[in-house]
């Protein structure tokens, strides 16, 4: 066997993780094998946040149109899926190829391999018949896959996952929905506004079963105002497939039929795929915890959903900026440069742009000591259903922090009663809610739903993050008249 390759990292998958971290890398100067085995940029770009906000942005073009009646004259709206998919097709995911990513990444230096990366030992991975030794470093950018119920009878039948949906050239007459998170609401909505008619399946007693109780009632009106069905508390017992015709079968008698089948219940990670137990770390788990610097164990790092912290690519994008500072700050001292805030060129055969990687990423982190390497701090973890309403919610729900035992304190305000939210009209509706740690005197979790909630929620998370006292948010000056003038009402509504 031929003796390994050795290079300074290895990154063996290229998603919004992996791809920021290996091209940061290669700037500056180390020698990196990106390894990818389908597309570099992974679910966002061609499966997940651009594409199906682009079908939500016409999906929500509609919506408008049909509200003309009543605000501005009248209006006719004749809608068209041809379009949408053409721009998802041309415009956003070049057919599903990834070659302009891949060259974005060897542009910097980077080189690419196409293929799955295994770890075959301490430093080492293999690549088909290609072994490395990482002298810096490996860091696993796997990402997850659907996590696919084990359903009597849905194995083998042609069920849709995130990817059939967003790659649809043609629109069903009907769709059942199997999930009732973030992702199947905002599918839901758009093929309902597009004259699909869908039925929504969920488990437990609410959708958006996550977030706050509240927010479940609204995304749950707004989508049945588009003509949504929703069926809650279903215990799905088997799944029959005949004739282009899906059969879910439930507990109780229950049954409901649409031609296509969209299976949305979560993700996972295949840790089984990785050889991690050639470095002692156990790969029966559903994710791969990490520390708060990103190390799986020593020498390997890893970033995006496998780690388990939400599946958000500004999670992966967060992740991805404490790597390349903790990388490079361990090939400085490595080498006995100065400290990582600094000016030291990188390690690896190569002089090159680790002042400017390492000076960016190196600055003070939560810690605030200047010089160290950032630690990961999700207390302010912001997310977005983009559901019209928005549904946006950063830190602690009410039920999370109470049973954390905080002395909790709640503010509410429906959007409808601040002027902006008057004006705007009773739909789509939303409100404003503020979790208070009232010994602290501190924001520790808030939603804001509405027209614009994922725009809103920006202040909230810059309070909890922050730590804002409450005391100095209330004697803002809110802009009127604003959405985000709600946020005053709320505070102002704590008890």
């Given at each position: 066997?031929?003796?390994?390759?050795?290079?300074?990292?290895?990154?063996?998958?290229?998603?919004?993780?992996?791809?920021?971290?290996?091209?940061?890398?290669?700037?500056?100067?180390?020698?990196?094998?990106?390894?990818?085995?389908?597309?570099?940029?992974?679910?966002?770009?061609?499966?997940?946040?651009?594409?199906?906000?682009?079908?939500?942005?016409?999906?929500?073009?509609?919506?408008?149109?049909?509200?003309?009646?009543?605000?501005?004259?009248?209006?006719?709206?004749?809608?068209?899926?041809?379009?949408?998919?053409?721009?998802?097709?041309?415009?956003?995911?070049?057919?599903?190829?990834?070659?302009?990513?891949?060259?974005?990444?060897?542009?910097?230096?980077?080189?690419?391999?196409?293929?799955?990366?295994?770890?075959?030992?301490?430093?080492?991975?293999?690549?088909?018949?290609?072994?490395?030794?990482?002298?810096?470093?490996?860091?696993?950018?796997?990402?997850?896959?659907?996590?696919?119920?084990?359903?009597?009878?849905?194995?083998?039948?042609?069920?849709?996952?995130?990817?059939?949906?967003?790659?649809?050239?043609?629109?069903?007459?009907?769709?059942?929905?199997?999930?009732?998170?973030?992702?199947?609401?905002?599918?839901?909505?758009?093929?309902?506004?597009?004259?699909?008619?869908?039925?929504?399946?969920?488990?437990?007693?609410?959708?958006?079963?996550?977030?706050?109780?509240?927010?479940?009632?609204?995304?749950?009106?707004?989508?049945?105002?588009?003509?949504?069905?929703?069926?809650?508390?279903?215990?799905?017992?088997?799944?029959?497939?005949?004739?282009?015709?899906?059969?879910?079968?439930?507990?109780?008698?229950?049954?409901?039929?649409?031609?296509?089948?969209?299976?949305?219940?979560?993700?996972?990670?295949?840790?089984?795929?990785?050889?991690?137990?050639?470095?002692?770390?156990?790969?029966?788990?559903?994710?791969?915890?990490?520390?708060?610097?990103?190390?799986?164990?020593?020498?390997?790092?890893?970033?995006?959903?496998?780690?388990?912290?939400?599946?958000?690519?500004?999670?992966?994008?967060?992740?991805?900026?404490?790597?390349?500072?903790?990388?490079?700050?361990?090939?400085?001292?490595?080498?006995?440069?100065?400290?990582?805030?600094?000016?030291?060129?990188?390690?690896?055969?190569?002089?090159?742009?680790?002042?400017?990687?390492?000076?960016?990423?190196?600055?003070?982190?939560?810690?605030?000591?200047?010089?160290?390497?950032?630690?990961?701090?999700?207390?302010?973890?912001?997310?977005?259903?983009?559901?019209?309403?928005?549904?946006?919610?950063?830190?602690?729900?009410?039920?999370?922090?109470?049973?954390?035992?905080?002395?909790?304190?709640?503010?509410?305000?429906?959007?409808?009663?601040?002027?902006?939210?008057?004006?705007?009209?009773?739909e789509p509706g939303g409100f404003i809610k503020v979790i208070a740690d009232a010994d602290q005197g501190v924001l520790i979790g808030a939603t804001s739903v509405g027209p614009?909630?994922?725009?809103?929620?920006?202040?909230?998370?810059?309070?909890?993050?922050?730590?804002?006292?409450?005391?100095?948010?209330?004697?803002?000056?809110?802009?009127?008249?604003?959405?985000?003038?709600?946020?005053?009402?709320?505070?102002?509504?704590?008890?």
């Amino acid at each position: 066997m031929a003796e390994p390759e050795l290079v300074d990292v290895v990154v063996v998958g290229l998603g919004v993780g992996g791809e920021e971290v290996a091209g940061r890398l290669a700037e500056a100067g180390l020698s990196v094998v990106g390894v990818e085995r389908d597309l570099v940029g992974g679910e966002c770009p061609y499966w997940g946040c651009i594409p199906s906000k682009m079908m939500i942005r016409a999906a929500n073009a509609l919506a408008e149109a049909r509200r003309v009646d009543g605000l501005a004259g009248s209006a006719q709206v004749r809608a068209d899926w041809a379009p949408v998919a053409k721009r998802i097709r041309e415009e956003a995911t070049d057919t599903w190829n990834d070659r302009a990513a891949v060259d974005r990444f060897t542009g910097k230096g980077g080189r690419f391999l196409r293929g799955s990366g295994r770890l075959d030992g301490p430093g080492r991975v293999r690549v088909g018949d290609q072994v490395f030794q990482a002298r810096r470093g490996i860091v696993l950018g796997t990402g997850t896959r659907p996590s696919i119920p084990p359903i009597d009878g849905l194995a083998g039948t042609p069920y849709w996952t995130n990817h059939q949906a967003i790659e649809v050239a043609e629109l069903p007459a009907t769709l059942l929905i199997i999930g009732g998170g973030a992702i199947g609401l905002e599918l839901a909505q758009v093929f309902a506004r597009f004259g699909v008619g869908v039925t929504v399946l969920e488990a437990s007693g609410r959708v958006l079963a996550l977030e706050e109780p509240e927010s479940s009632e609204v995304a749950a009106a707004a989508l049945r105002a588009d003509g949504v069905e929703i069926a809650t508390e279903v215990k799905i017992e088997r799944v029959g497939h005949d004739d282009d015709t899906f059969t879910v079968y439930a507990a109780g008698d229950r049954s409901f039929s649409a031609e296509k089948l969209l299976v949305v219940t979560g993700r996972r990670a295949h840790l089984d795929e990785l050889g991690l137990d050639t470095v002692g770390v156990d790969a029966t788990q559903r994710y791969l915890p990490v520390d708060d610097r990103m190390h799986v164990t020593d020498g390997i790092w890893a970033v995006g959903d496998v780690t388990g912290e939400g599946a958000f690519t500004h999670i992966a994008m967060y992740q991805a900026s404490i790597v390349v500072a903790d990388v490079l700050d361990r090939a400085r001292r490595a080498e006995g440069g100065p400290d990582a805030s600094g000016t030291a060129s990188v390690v690896g055969g190569a002089m090159g742009a680790a002042s400017a990687v390492g000076g960016s990423m190196g600055a003070a982190g939560p810690s605030g000591a200047a010089g160290t390497v950032p630690r990961a701090d999700y207390r302010a973890l912001p997310r977005v259903t983009f559901t019209d309403p928005e549904v946006g919610a950063v830190g602690l729900t009410e039920r999370q922090a109470r049973e954390r035992g905080i002395n909790v304190q709640v503010g509410f305000t429906e959007l409808s009663s601040s002027t902006r939210g008057w004006i705007h009209g009773g739909e789509p509706g939303g409100f404003i809610k503020v979790i208070a740690d009232a010994d602290q005197g501190v924001l520790i979790g808030a939603t804001s739903v509405g027209p614009a909630g994922g725009e809103v929620l920006s202040a909230l998370v810059v309070a909890v993050h922050a730590a804002v006292p409450v005391s100095q948010l209330r004697h803002m000056i809110y802009a009127y008249p604003t959405f985000h003038r709600a946020i005053q009402s709320a505070l102002n509504d704590l008890s």
